[in-house]
């Protein structure tokens, strides 16, 4: 092959291809990589069921502080990493990586490869370091950098520096979706190619990025499609310890006790669609589980949830063949839609042994939430599937969620605040832990560590937050709600419902109604009398909040009207459509009179204490008032009468004395009387219950006389700064309608003794 070609897989122009699956190989110390042939779908291209596995590239000298990969296309990927021979060697400087989208063919920006700070206890040869891997979605192409820090010689990067690119294959639940088109296709190459057309260049890897001895692999591997790289092939030769050397498995598999709490919904490892072929190790178990471990897989937070599975698969094929673990480093993984996936094989109910907490992995389970959670916020979700999967771990072992435990250190080391650990000695830590609290990393990221108190109390209750928010059927005066009887209260907590096991509504202490986790109301219906009403949240622990009680009344008798409503005339400006009225009415009720509403002829609606409002009807036709009172309880009672207020003209008037005709538009009918003599006198009868003198009103207007059925009752003075039309100046009202005479007597006001009025509107 060409010394100078870049490509890590050879492009094809050919005619006729097949799908290959990723896995991929070194032989011996040449640095070529072989790909396996797999058999072409039978739908003529159609993705089915294929496995994942994991390219190395080499990364080259470039200078004395950098290793690097210049732009090179590749087969399909969709994560990748970086990795080194010394397992406990550090990058002293910045791995990045950019890439092109098989989708888009939009080459990305460059992202940082966060440092992995997960290690099995016991680490031995075949366990290589690597950054923690980062999903970048289906991908074609890479660029990558490594580069020491400043004043750093280049023996500040590792040996053995690789570039891991992961396809995390397609399961057996994705290939059901196959229908709707082609999935991420596998590294194509021509079927009539020879081995060496489908492999990578020898210029292109190091012999120090050699995984596997010469003599593990013949030069015909490639026509296997299970060449995948093996747990112990993504290793530099120069390790010499497997890396189970110093943990034995357990000679039987354990009970698997029962649990304080429900058993959250996990999809296992054949649902994300495991691999186990590459896991072949029998699995080892604690004897219990004292603690929880909670991790980021830092990476991305840009993933679409039905992209879980694979970023799952992703990072097993990773831990696997770019770790060289056994098996994927954790118990338990959690997406930002709260899914949660089965980790490390064993059986999710037992105390697997995990990768996950160097020295503190043999008491403790470990579960990582996928993303980076340095800067961005969980989900609720995602903290509500951590606290069951820790309420149900813990459960099992007799663990308070909230509570503290002491655990052994496994290894002599400094945490991330820079408390020192030794290794035999006991330490105490909380039952919900983050990893930097027993290793020093910024794991499980910032925004995640600060949720960890949510998660211990969500995981071991008591419901939070539960607040009654309102109650319908009732109505509240002061600090008790009145009811007929059926009620529905309406409530909210903080707490997941995931979390919850019932709420329960309470009337009188004892359960009226139970509600699912998920509700947010209940309803009961009370009896006659006094009550008191709570809402009380079991948690999924079986302890309970109570809502403070709520005093109830039920009562189902209606308001009255200690005074019908009544309407009577009041002063202001007549006119044929607008007489001014005032209407009056008094309510009360038994228990607690919330308002009184006017039906007709409009629409008002006044407080418990008002008694009185002013209005204005049309005259001569007869109106319809309709009231109704309320009661807080909703009982309510209606009282309605009719009155029509009715206009007499001045000369419907019996006359004494001299008066004048006037004529003016501003005067009712268009004419009124006028006099300024003495004694002129004009009387008007009617049977109604109200009456109304309505008059001009000016500077030089005098004053009258008024009787009532032949008795002097008050002296009007009709004098006014300003101009008055049509002014009710006077008024009188009876309890019931009768018969009545209203005379008015002119007194001759010295100076001012004109009296002009424009008749005389009464109620019948």
């Known amino acids: 092959m060409s010394p100078r070609r870049t490509h890590a897989y050879r492009p094809l122009s050919l005619k006729r291809r097949v799908w290959l699956t990723v896995g991929a190989v070194v032989l011996g110390s040449t640095g070529v990589v072989a790909v396996a042939l797999a058999n072409p779908s039978d739908d003529g291209g159609q993705m089915k069921v294929r496995k994942g596995g994991v390219h190395a590239l080499a990364l080259k000298e470039a200078g004395s502080r950098k290793r690097e990969l210049p732009q090179t296309d590749t087969g399909p990927f969709s994560m990748l990493g970086v990795s080194w021979n010394a397992v406990k060697a550090q990058i002293k400087g910045t791995a990045q990586v950019r890439t092109r989208s098989s989708e888009t063919g939009d080459w990305s920006g460059w992202q940082k490869l966060a440092a992995s700070d997960a290690l099995p206890d016991e680490v031995g040869a075949g366990i290589r370091g690597a950054s923690e891997p980062l ?5 074609d192409a890479v660029e990558a950098r490594v580069v020491a820090d400043d004043g750093t010689a280049s023996s500040g990067l590792p040996a053995g520096l690789r570039l891991d690119l992961v396809d995390p294959g397609v399961s057996a639940e994705e290939a059901k979706a196959a229908d709707a088109g082609p999935k991420q296709a596998a590294f194509a190459v021509d079927a009539s190619a020879s081995p060496t057309d489908s492999v990578l260049p020898t210029d292109s890897v190091s012999p120090t990025a050699s995984v596997l001895p ?18 112990t092939a993504s290793v530099s030769p120069t390790d010499s310890v497997s890396p189970t050397a110093s943990v034995s498995p357990t000679a039987t598999t354990p009970t698997a006790p029962a649990s304080t709490a429900p058993k959250p919904s996990i999809v296992s490892r ?8 590459i896991s072949p190790d029998p699995s080892e178990y604690n004897a219990d589980v004292k603690a929880v471990f ?11 949830c039905d992209e879980s599975a694979a970023i799952v698969r992703g990072i097993y094929e990773y831990h696997v063949k770019s770790n060289g673990w056994n098996d994927i480093g954790y118990n338990f993984l959690v997406d930002k839609c709260g899914t949660i996936f089965e980790g490390r094989k064993g059986g999710v109910d037992l105390p697997v042994l995990g990768a996950h907490t160097y020295g503190f992995n043999r008491e403790s389970t470990g579960i990582s939430m996928l993303g980076d959670y340095n800067t961005v916020a969980p989900s609720k979700a995602a903290l509500a599937s951590v606290a069951k999967i820790a309420a149900w771990k813990l459960g099992q072992y007799g663990g308070d969620p909230a509570g503290t435990v002491q655990l052994t250190a496994g290894a002599t080391q400094t945490n991330y605040t820079g408390t020192a650990f030794t290794a035999g000695s006991k330490y105490t830590f909380n039952r919900i832990s983050g990893h930097r609290d027993a290793y020093n990393t910024e794991c499980p990221g910032s925004q995640l560590y600060a949720q960890l108190p949510t998660i211990r109390t969500w995981a071991a209750g008591p419901v939070q937050g539960l607040a009654v928010k309102s109650v319908s059927g009732a109505g509240l005066s002061g600090s008790k709600y009145y009811t007929k009887g059926p009620i529905t209260v309406n409530w909210s907590a903080t707490t997941p419902d995931s979390l919850i096991s019932k709420f329960e509504l309470l009337v009188d202490d004892k359960v009226a109604a139970t509600a699912a986790p998920t509700a947010t109301s209940a309803q009961a219906t009370l009896a006659l009398g006094a009550h008191t009403v709570k809402i009380r949240a079991v948690h999924q622990s079986g302890k309970t909040t109570t809502t403070s009680a709520l005093a109830f009344m039920a009562e189902t008798t209606a308001p009255s009207f200690t005074t019908t409503p009544g309407l009577s005339l009041r002063t202001g400006t007549v006119s044929t459509s607008a007489v001014p009225v005032k209407l009056s009415w008094a309510a ?5 009179l919330k308002q009184v509403q006017l039906l007709a002829p ?35 009672r209606t009282s309605s009468l009719a009155y029509t207020p009715v206009i007499l003209q001045e000369t419907s008037a019996v006359k004494s004395g001299t008066w004048t005709t006037k004529s003016s538009s501003s005067y009712l009918g268009g004419k009124s009387y006028s006099s300024g003599s003495k004694g002129a006198a004009l009387t008007w009868t009617f049977t109604g219950r109200s009456a109304a003198w309505v008059v001009s009103r000016a500077s030089a207007s005098g004053q009258a006389y008024v009787y009532v059925d032949g008795v002097k009752v008050t002296t009007v003075d009709l004098k006014s700064t300003t101009t008055k039309y049509r002014q009710a100046i006077w008024t009188k009202s009876w309890s019931s309608s009768a018969k009545h005479t209203v005379k008015i007597v002119v007194v001759g006001t010295s100076g001012r003794p004109t009296v002009t009025t424009d008749g005389l509107v009464y109620i019948k």
């Open 135 to 139: 999903w970048v979605g289906p991908s």
């Open 270 to 277: 054949a649902g994300w669609g495991a691999d186990e072929s």
């Open 214 to 231: 010469t003599d593990s692999v013949s030069p015909t591997a490639s026509a296997s499609p299970t060449d995948s790289v093996s747990p």
């Open 588 to 592: 009360s009720d038994n228990a607690a």
């Open 294 to 304: 909670v991790h980021h897989t830092a990476g991305t937070n840009d993933y679409t």
């Open 602 to 636: 409009t629409a008002a609606t006044y407080g418990p204490t008002t008694t009185s409002a002013n209005h204005t009807v049309k005259s001569g036709a007869a109106t319809t008032w309709s009231m109704r009172a309320f009661d807080y309880a909703g009982n309510y």
